[in-house]
Each structure stands twice: as C-alpha cells, then as structure tokens.
C-alpha cells in the first residue's frame, strides 16, 4: 500500500468512526472534538507533513487537503483544526528546518504529537494578519511577549501557539517574527465566550496571552516572506480542503434526496434533478479551482527558486486571495442550493437531510479572515501590478 492511501485510509477510518458520531453533539454542545483529535494523534497524522528523516510521514499539501475534506464531510470544525495544526507545521518546516531548535521541536511533535495553535488575530488589528501591536521584549538570550488575541482556536486544548509579533517594540507594524510559545511558558486569560453560528466544535474564545521563552524560539525569516510564500497559500488551500468537505456533504444528501423522490416514481424525472444538476456544477467549480491552485502550489513551491521566484509575487497573492473569496461566496451558494432541493427536510433539524450545520459552518468562511480586508489588500496590489 502506497504512503498516500495509508494516511488518507487512516484519515477515512478517523471520519467514520470518531468523527461522524460526534459531530452533532461537538455542534450542539460547543465543545472541543476530543475524540477526532485523540484518533488523529494516536494514528500519527499532527506530525503527517514532517519529513520522513525527522520521524515523520512526509505528507505532500495535496494528501493533507485530502484529509481536510474527509474530515469536512463529516464535521467541519474538526477538519478545521486539523487545517489550522497543518498550517504551523508547513510553516515551521518550510522556514525553520535548518534552526536546531525547530529540528529538535518538530522530533519531538513526532513522538508527543503536540497540537498547535494560532495566534495571530489582535485587539486593535482585527485579522489583519501582517500588522501586529504586541511586540517581542528580548533580554539577552530570554524574550518576554504579551498578546491580547481576539480569537485563538482550540487555545485551551492546544500544547503549544505560534504568535505573530512585532520583532522589536521600535519595530513597525508590518516588521513582525513568529514565535513558538510552549505550553509550560505560556498562560491565556479568557476574555469572552465562543457561542458562534458555526465551527462551534473549533473553541476559538478571545484570550490574554502572556508567554516567555528563549530567543532560538523566535523564527530567523521575516514573517512578511513567511505569509506570502507559505501561511498565506496553505490557509486557502487547507482551508479549501475544509470548504470542500462541507459542500460536498451538503451535495450528496442533495443527491440522496433527489434518488428517493426518483425511486418513489419510476419512470419519471423528478423536477429537483435539474437543480441537483446545477448544483453539482457548482460543486465542480469549487473543486476544480482548489485543485488548480493546489498543483500549482506544489509545483512552485518544490522549485529551486521557491523562495524568490513566483510564490513572492503580487500576482501569485492576488490569485491565492481570489481563490479564498470565491471559494468563500461559493460555499454558502452550494449549501443553499442543496437545501432548496431538499425543502423542508433540509430546512428542519433532527432528520439525515437536515443542512442546519453545514450552513451555519459555511457562513464562516468569508469571515475568517473578513473578506472585504482581502478585497482591500487585493485592491492595493492591483494599483501597482502591471498588466498580464
Ligand atoms: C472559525 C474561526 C476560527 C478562527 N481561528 C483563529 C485562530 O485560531 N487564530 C487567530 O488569530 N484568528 C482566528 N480567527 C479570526 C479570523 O482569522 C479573523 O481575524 C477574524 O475573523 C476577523 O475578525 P473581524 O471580523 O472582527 O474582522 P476585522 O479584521 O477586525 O474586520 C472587521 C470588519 O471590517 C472589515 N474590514 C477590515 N478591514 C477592511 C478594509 N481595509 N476594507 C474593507 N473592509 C475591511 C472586515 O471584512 C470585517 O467585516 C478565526 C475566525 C473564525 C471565524
């Protein structure tokens, strides 16, 4: 059996048997998915992406959207940790491979299977996610750092955070460091509740986050070069994976639907089929633009030049910010759409065609990270791009 279908059959078997059962209640009850992510730890799959000499399975970004929509059919805020995780993994190994710290951090992720969290969303900032106010105070060989964070995902089950900061208290906004705060050096103050629409199961409550540590635990690259080349392209298309889960549950009840009325009326071609029809198109879409840009991603990324050739480009961060805000006003569409078909049985809870969920876990989709600041973004690139 190839390495792929080993951690995709892993991921299918975690979906099925810790996943699936508990999705209603990690929804209903607002409470962290504890048996998905135990099931993810015990089968290896937090350190999937680190490489094979670090003990690691070296999962390719493809095998690991892969796993986000697996996990996505079945809960969405599951899959969504499990994104959110792989996004500081990547980043740690794409940028801080060669720090002996990180090297000797990311063997130790392998055997313990630490989950790691985001910090990167600030009071004043908002998800403006290249400015931070909070800066990094080093003394000496020692860095005091404190956050006040609007929203930290799974930050009370998480072992460790990755903290977007500024890299000294002189420094400017946009001149930030990503650090890596451990559980033992870290506290968090909870400021507020998570009692959201959707992504209920992700437990992302605001927290003051007060962290120490040594100064090896700073990354050395400049978090700027960081996002463009890896945060920001891995989050879309991880997140894609998530999205892609989502719709695609929403479609297959659509389908089932669609099936029974057929089955009720043989012979005949029930008028719901046509909108199914669209529908999956519309799925389609969806996937064929995350799949485009996924192998475009790990065309580039593999490239000698990886670092300052196209990943660097304004055109490559316009196109990864249009892959988020199309998939992001899609998602909510495919869901409504298969809701129609379905009426009121997808209109009503506490039935398998129920779109309740999925529809409350889409909407979240252009607020994270709020569309209209990547709009915003877009809008100034666009003034200094020059044409195709
Ligand atoms: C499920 C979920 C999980 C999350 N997990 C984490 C996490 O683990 N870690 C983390 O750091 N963050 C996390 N976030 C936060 C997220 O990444 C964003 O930071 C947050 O949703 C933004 O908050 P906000 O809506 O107040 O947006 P803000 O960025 O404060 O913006 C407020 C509003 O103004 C708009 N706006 C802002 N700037 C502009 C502009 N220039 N032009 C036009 N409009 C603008 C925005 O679109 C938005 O509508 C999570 C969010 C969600 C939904």
């Known amino acids: 059996m190839s390495k792929l279908s080993t951690l995709v059959q892993s991921a299918r078997l975690i979906a099925k048997e810790f996943v699936a059962p508990h999705a209603d209640a990690v929804d209903k009850e607002a409470r962290f998915p504890h048996e998905a992510i135990q099931a993810l730890k015990d089968h290896k799959l937090l350190s999937a992406y680190v490489p094979v000499s670090l003990g690691g399975a070296g999962a390719t970004l493809t095998e690991l959207v892969d796993i986000c929509e697996i996990l996505g059919r079945e809960c969405a805020a599951t899959a969504m940790i499990f994104a959110m995780h792989q996004i500081q993994v990547i980043t740690i190994v794409r940028h801080a491979f060669d720090n002996p710290w990180f090297r000797d951090y990311l063997q130790r992720l392998v055997t313990h299977q630490y989950l790691i969290a985001s910090v990167t969303s600030e009071v004043g900032v908002g998800g403006e996610m290249r400015r931070s106010r909070c800066a990094v105070e080093l003394n000496d060989t020692k860095f005091r750092l404190i956050k006040d964070a609007t929203t930290i995902s799974y930050g009370a089950q998480a072992d460790d955070l ?29 400021k507020g509740g998570w009692n959201t629409m959707g992504m209920r199961g992700t437990c992302s409550p605001p927290f003051l986050m007060t962290a ?134 997808g209109y009503k809870n506490d039935n398998k065609f129920s779109m309740d969920r999925h529809m409350r876990d889409a909407l979240s989709a252009a607020i994270m990270v709020g569309n209209d600041r990547i709009l915003a973004t877009n809008a100034n690139l666009l003034l200094v791009l020059k044409d195709d």
């Open 162 to 190: 990755l903290v977007t900061a500024r890299r000294t208290p002189d420094a400017a906004g946009s001149d930030q460091s990503l650090i890596l705060v451990s559980k033992a050096d870290y506290t968090l103050e909870q």
């Open 212 to 345: 120490t540590g040594d100064a090896e635990q700073i990354m050395s690259t400049a978090f700027g070069d960081m996002s463009a080349q890896t945060v920001v392209p891995v989050s879309h298309l991880l997140w894609g994976g998530c999205w892609l889960g989502c719709a695609t549950a929403a479609t297959n009840k659509a389908r089932a639907f669609v099936r029974g009325q057929a089955r009720a009326n043989p012979g005949t071609v029930p008028p719901t089929a046509l909108r199914l029809a669209e529908l999956v198109s519309m799925l389609q879409s969806l996937r064929s633009s995350v799949q485009a840009c996924l192998t475009e991603y790990e065309m580039l990324s593999a490239a000698d030049d990886a670092a300052d050739g196209p990943l660097s480009s304004i055109a490559y961060s316009l196109k990864m910010n249009n892959l988020k805000i199309d998939a992001t006003q899609a998602l909510p569409q495919i869901v409504i759409k298969a809701l129609s078909i379905c009426g009121i049985l």
